[in-house]
Structure formats: structure tokens, C-alpha cells
């Protein structure tokens, strides 16, 4: 019909030439414009209108508790039961109200619920693969805490928005401060501000000044990095957040720079509270999995306070009593009564099997008593202990005897100077102290011992030829074998002739592993503490370590033979009770601050390290005296003790 040519556009447009005729004139134009914008208002109108409030609130409120087993299936904890109060507005101080607005949305009481620029930000990074968070105003994130999932998708997003603008229109701002200040997550098992309170400051919301609502303001962000217990990089972070919210509520006149003035002293929150279910070992059990579930799986710190997860651990029941009992009765000889050498001494142990199954640990007099779990402690030198990583290096890489030259390899047999107060040697010639004194390696007791093997030396617990022989592999070389064989990078210090002797600090878990990767004759499995992860009975994925070979096979049986050897005839034969094919060293740092045991019988490698660490200053203490042992007396006899009788004990 004409009419409806008319209302046609004509297009390609006539009386033009060339490009010009697919150039659209502004009445075209506009009308497209105009027709895409009324499309995107009805979809957006249609959205709002069919999105509906749900009608619950999330999970966080039918919280539950989380179940550890034994590894046979047995309960061994329950811990993780979520602390939440819901309390009036009116109850929390107003600054305190306005830490929080200051940190996250101080436009809240005049903006319509929801940020544009945020969510056009948080698309963006959804659609580049960048970071999702951020950006949310208060009422899109009570949202997301009491109706919704934490999941960063498009739809969820837009469910969101619409959510939260009903509620904007619905409820009062303060009734939505309210729910917001009752719903979110503040760390250390608790939703929402009152029983954060408590839990950091041990006190009634109502009784918190400014400076300890920033704070609280601070774990808005994310308690699992601004947590002070947590560690020191998390302190710095929360002291910085700290500051930022207090100088931004003077900004935003919500507090006078008189009182901002009076604010210069972090306010260190209290310690977190141990559950008191975790008694004995079993604290440092459930510590040490409820780490490996956060550093292995993909459940947030945020997901598993809610509860409902079953965590089926690799600790078995019978080997922990007999390892407890095993330290109990070897320690028995400490009175710390009646010697002041026998104060502040500190027992780590752990029993690792060659397929890295934590199976047992000892972390220290009782969780309730000392939370700080020795068997993961990376503070007590390794001392002779050490020695079979040097000799499994060298076996591997040969020496360097001359700069530009070849490795020569060295075998079980080479023969290295035993005696007492020889010069260290380098490819260039001496090894100079920065006191300009040529360095000398000295045996325990000053014993010489002359031409000997480099299996007998390790056997044997013989300084000089582990010292010499460290510097002809080279310690770098030395540092590399032991981290490949299980030790932790960060454990090793600095490299200078000592290391050859034990100056790396691993912990018993970590050094219990090591000890099984020649055991298992050169491989090596990662220590793990998880065997499996549920929730509510449905499997979540948890990773689990495979064997890696990190040493030749040849190198590992040569390093077996002579800790084998050290029990049968060597330093070692009060381990020979353990039985057949039982190997270990012992181990005793130079100063005489620490002395360990590490070996395995069959599958299983366990560690056990002893210490005295004065509690205030935090610094390691001679040994010397330690349970009436004599004058001049080096090292100590308990921790090869705790491991033979571990290790003869009935478990199964």
C-alpha cells in the first residue's frame, strides 16, 4: 500500500553516489536509536516485574557443624558451627554503623540500591576473565549474602540488581543496614557484627568505640586476608585498611579530626578462641586438615564456615595414642621443677607413610594449652640430619674438585679426610671467613677418624667429610636435592659451609616426608592430610598428590644402605630395637639447640625434633644439662628414644 512505502526507510537512499548511499541520515539513525532503547526499557521493565524476593534467607541461617574422621571412618571432631546473632540497628553505635558505609558504600542512604559503574565493571571483568569482585553496593551485597549464592555469573548479577532495587523501594535503609550487618561474614566462624564483636573483642557490639569498628569495617573485605591472627602480611593489611576507613569517615564528616587524632594505636583484637571439643592432639590434627582442605580444594574459607562438610582425614587412631604415648614416656625424664634446663622444651613429631599419608603427629602439650602446632614448626635446625641430603647430592651430581673442570662422581666407597679441625676447600683453594680466618670444619668431641667412606661418615654421624663434601657438590646443589626429596624451599637459609650440618629448619611433617622419599627408593609424594572432602554426602574434589621421582633410584638405595647402617652399627643402634630394616639419623645442631631423629621401617618414615625455646623472646636455647645429662654432653637421646618406642608400639 503507499502509505506503508512511505513509512519505509529508503535504504540503500536514493539520489546518492557511491558509499554515500549506505551512509543511514539522522532520521534514520534516530530511529534506530530510539527503537533499541525502548526494546532494552521493556526487557529491563519485563525483568523487574517477573524477578520475585525469595522468600528464605540462604543457608547461613540452618548453619551446621563440620565432621573430621579417622582415617578408618570413625568420628574423631566436630568443629565449625557457624556463630551468628541478629541484632537491632539501633543497638550498634552509629560511628560504628558508619566504619562500615565508610568502607564499602558510604552513598548508601542516597543511592537507589544498586551501582552502576559497579556492576558495568563487574561484567566486564566476567566477559575479559579478570577478578568479579568489587563494586556492589550494601544492598547488592545483603543481597547476594542472605538470598543468594557467592557464584559470579551474568545471570546471577542481574538477579541481583533487580533484587536489590525492589528491596530499595520495599525496606528502609536502616532495616536494610540492619540485615546487612546481620548477614555478613567477619571471619573466625561468625555472621553478622554482634558476634564478631565478641569473637574479636570479646565484648557487646554496643560497647565498641570507632576504632575498633573500622576494624571490623576492615574484614568486610575479606577476613581471610585481614585477619591479624592469621599471620604478619594480613596484620600489615588490616593496620593499612584501618587507617583508610578511620581517614575516611573524616572525609566523609562521619568523625571529627579531634577523634581521628586520638585513633594512632591499631586495636589489636584478642586471640581467636580455641573450641574446647579440641582437646589433646586432636586440635593440632583438625588444624592441620582444616589447612590442607583450605589450600587443596576449591571450598572457600567463606563455604566451609557454614558447615555440613565431612572431611575424611589420613590420621589413624591407634598410631596417633601409641605415637602420644611414645613422647609421654620418653619425656618423662624432664622436671622442669627441679632443672632449669629442663624449661620451655618444645617436642614436634610426625609419621608420614611413602605414599605421603600424614598418618601421624605430635604437636605439643595440648592443643588447649599451646596452640602453636610443633609438628609443623619450621624454626628447629635439622643438625646432622641433614647429612643424607648432602650425600644424596653428591651421589647425584658428582663434585667439582677444580673450577672449569668436569663433576668427578663419588660413590658409597670414595674415601673423604675424617679428622678433626680440617680446612674447608673450595675449586679456588681455602674457604675464608669474612674475619679473614681460613674456616675449619670440627667433629663432635674433637674425635679424628681419619681416611673414611662417605657411607661410613653418614653412618658413623661424621662432621668434617659432610662439610667438605657439601662444598664440593656445591650448596646450592645440596638445597635443590633436599627441597626435591620434600623440603621446603623457604626452610633452607643461608647457604655457608654450616648448611652441610643441619642450619635448614624444616618441620617434623616435612622432614618425616623427605626421610620417606628414600624409603621409597627415589620417590616422592607430597604430604597430605585430606583423603576425602564431602558435603552433606555429596564428593568434593580434593587434590591428592602422585609419586614423582626425584632421585635415581641407585642414589636413593645407596642413601638407605648407610642409614640402615647407622642402626645396625653407627650412631643410631638404640633404633636396632624397631626391628629389621629399620633406618634412621640422628641429628644434633652444631650450637647444640636442637636435636632430632628421622628414619623409617617399611612404608613408614617419622620425624622427631626437640627443642628448648624460651617463650618470651621466641629464641631457641642451648640443650646443654637437658634431663640431668652431663657436662659438655651434646644433643639428646629423647627424640630417638620417642621413635623407637613409636615405632615398636602395636597400631594395628
Known amino acids: 500500500m503507499p502509505w506503508t512505502r512511505r513509512l519505509r526507510?529508503?535504504?540503500?537512499?536514493?539520489?546518492?553516489?557511491?558509499?554515500r548511499r549506505w551512509v543511514p541520515s539522522w532520521r534514520q539513525t534516530l530511529g534506530s536509536v530510539l527503537t533499541a532503547g525502548g526494546l532494552l526499557t521493556a526487557l529491563v521493565a519485563i525483568m523487574y516485574v517477573r524477578t520475585e524476593i525469595p522468600a528464605d534467607l540462604n543457608a547461613f541461617a540452618t548453619q551446621q557443624d563440620n565432621v573430621y574422621y579417622w582415617a578408618d571412618g570413625t568420628e574423631m571432631a566436630r568443629t565449625g558451627e557457624v556463630n551468628r546473632q541478629d541484632l537491632d540497628i539501633r543497638k550498634v553505635p552509629e560511628k560504628v554503623r558508619w566504619a562500615a558505609l565508610a568502607a564499602e558504600n558510604e552513598t548508601f542512604y542516597s543511592d537507589s540500591g544498586i551501582s552502576v559503574s559497579g556492576m558495568t565493571r563487574a561484567v566486564t571483568r566476567?566477559?575479559?576473565?579478570?577478578?568479579?569482585?568489587?563494586?556492589?553496593?550494601?544492598t547488592q551485597q545483603y543481597v547476594k549474602n542472605a538470598y543468594l549464592n557467592q557464584d559470579q555469573t551474568f545471570s546471577r548479577k542481574f538477579t541481583e540488581m533487580f533484587i536489590a532495587i525492589k528491596l530499595d523501594n520495599q525496606m528502609s535503609k536502616d532495616e536494610i543496614l540492619e540485615g546487612y550487618l546481620n548477614t555478613s561474614w567477619y571471619g573466625r566462624g561468625t555472621y553478622g557484627i554482634q558476634r564478631a564483636s565478641h569473637a574479636y573483642y570479646g565484648k557487646d557490639v554496643s560497647q565498641l568505640n570507632a576504632s575498633e569498628g573500622a576494624f571490623l569495617a576492615a574484614l568486610l573485605k575479606g577476613a581471610g586476608l585481614f585477619d591479624p591472627s592469621l599471620g604478619p602480611n594480613n596484620h600489615e593489611r588490616a593496620v593499612e585498611r584501618w587507617n583508610w576507613i578511620l581517614d575516611r569517615m573524616v572525609t566523609i564528616g562521619k568523625l571529627s579530626k579531634e577523634e581521628r587524632a586520638g585513633y594512632t594505636t591499631f586495636p589489636e583484637p584478642q586471640a581467636p578462641p580455641k573450641p574446647a571439643g579440641l582437646t589433646g592432639?586432636?586440635?593440632?590434627?583438625?588444624?592441620?586438615?582444616?589447612?590442607?582442605?583450605?589450600?587443596?580444594?576449591?571450598?572457600?574459607?567463606?563455604?566451609?564456615?557454614?558447615?555440613?562438610?565431612?572431611?575424611?582425614?589420613?590420621?589413624?587412631?591407634?598410631?596417633?595414642?601409641?605415637?602420644?604415648?611414645?613422647?609421654?614416656?620418653?619425656?618423662?625424664?624432664?622436671?622442669?621443677?627441679?632443672?632449669?634446663?629442663?624449661?620451655?622444651v618444645r617436642i614436634g613429631a610426625a609419621s608420614v607413610t611413602t605414599d605421603g599419608r600424614v598418618v601421624a603427629l605430635y604437636g605439643g602439650p595440648g592443643y588447649l594449652k599451646q596452640g602453636f602446632n610443633d609438628a609443623n614448626s619450621s624454626?628447629?635446625?635439622?643438625?646432622?640430619?641433614?647429612?643424607?641430603?648432602?650425600?644424596?647430592?653428591?651421589?647425584?651430581?658428582?663434585?667439582?674438585?677444580?673450577?672449569?673442570?668436569?663433576?668427578?662422581?663419588?660413590?658409597?666407597?670414595?674415601?673423604?679426610?675424617g679428622d678433626d679441625k680440617i680446612s674447608l676447600l673450595t675449586p679456588e683453594g681455602p674457604y675464608w671467613s669474612r674475619s679473614g680466618k681460613i674456616v675449619k670444619a670440627v667433629n663432635d668431641g674433637g674425635k679424628s677418624w681419619g681416611r673414611i667412606t662417605l657411607k661410613e661418615a653418614v653412618a658413623q654421624s661424621v662432621n668434617t667429610p659432610m662439610m667438605q663434601l657439601g662444598m664440593d657438590v656445591g650448596l646450592d646443589q645440596v638445597g635443590d636435592t633436599a627441597v626435591a626429596a620434600g623440603l621446603l624451599k623457604n626452610s633452607l637459609g643461608q647457604k655457608l659451609p654450616g648448611f652441610s650440618l643441619g642450619t635448614a629448619t624444616p618441620s617434623a611433617i616435612r622432614m618425616a616426608g623427605a626421610y620417606g622419599t628414600f624409603a621409597a627408593g627415589g620417590l616422592h609424594s607430597e604430604p597430605y592430610s585430606v583423603d576425602k572432602l564431602s558435603r552433606n554426602g555429596n564428593p568434593v574434589p580434593v587434590e591428592k598428590p602422585a609419586a614423582e621421582r626425584v632421585l635415581p633410584a641407585k642414589v636413593a638405595g645407596a642413601v638407605d644402605d648407610a642409614l640402615r647402617e647407622a642402626v645396625l652399627r653407627g650412631s643410631a643402634t638404640t633404633a636396632k630395637a624397631a626391628g629389621a630394616g629399620a633406618a634412621g639419623k640422628t641429628g644434633t645442631a652444631?650450637?647444640?639447640?636442637?636435636?632430632?631423629?628421622?628414619?623409617?621401617?617399611d612404608k613408614?618414615?617419622?620425624?622427631?625434633?626437640?627443642?628448648?625455646?624460651?617463650?618470651?623472646?621466641?629464641?631457641?636455647?642451648?640443650?646443654?644439662?637437658?634431663?640431668?645429662?652431663?657436662?659438655?654432653?651434646?644433643?639428646?637421646?629423647?627424640?630417638?628414644d620417642i621413635w623407637t618406642k613409636y615405632m615398636t608400639a602395636r597400631t594395628g
Do not use: C
Open 379 to 417: 624454626v628447629v635446625p635439622a643438625g646432622t640430619s641433614f647429612t643424607p641430603f648432602v650425600y644424596a647430592a653428591a651421589l647425584r651430581e658428582g663434585v667439582l674438585k677444580e673450577r672449569g673442570k668436569p663433576r668427578t662422581p663419588v660413590s658409597p666407597a670414595t674415601v673423604y679426610n
Open 590 to 601: 652444631q650450637d647444640n639447640k636442637s636435636a632430632w631423629f628421622a628414619g623409617y621401617r
Open 281 to 344: 592432639q586432636t586440635g593440632y590434627l583438625v588444624d592441620t586438615a582444616r589447612a590442607y582442605v583450605s589450600a587443596h580444594t576449591e571450598v572457600s574459607d567463606h563455604d566451609f564456615d557454614l558447615g555440613g562438610y565431612q572431611i575424611r582425614t589420613t590420621f589413624e587412631k591407634p598410631r596417633m595414642d601409641a605415637l602420644t604415648k611414645a613422647v609421654a614416656e620418653a619425656s618423662g625424664r624432664l622436671d622442669a621443677e627441679k632443672r632449669d634446663a629442663d624449661k620451655d
Open 126 to 138: 566476567m566477559v575479559t576473565g579478570g577478578s568479579t569482585q568489587g563494586g556492589s553496593t550494601i
Open 9 to 19: 526507510p529508503a535504504y540503500p537512499r536514493p539520489g546518492r553516489r557511491g558509499f
Open 604 to 640: 613408614v618414615s617419622t620425624a622427631v625434633s626437640l627443642s628448648r625455646i624460651d617463650p618470651k623472646s621466641q629464641e631457641l636455647q642451648p640443650l646443654d644439662g637437658l634431663a640431668g645429662a652431663a657436662k659438655g654432653t651434646l644433643g639428646s637421646t629423647i627424640p630417638i
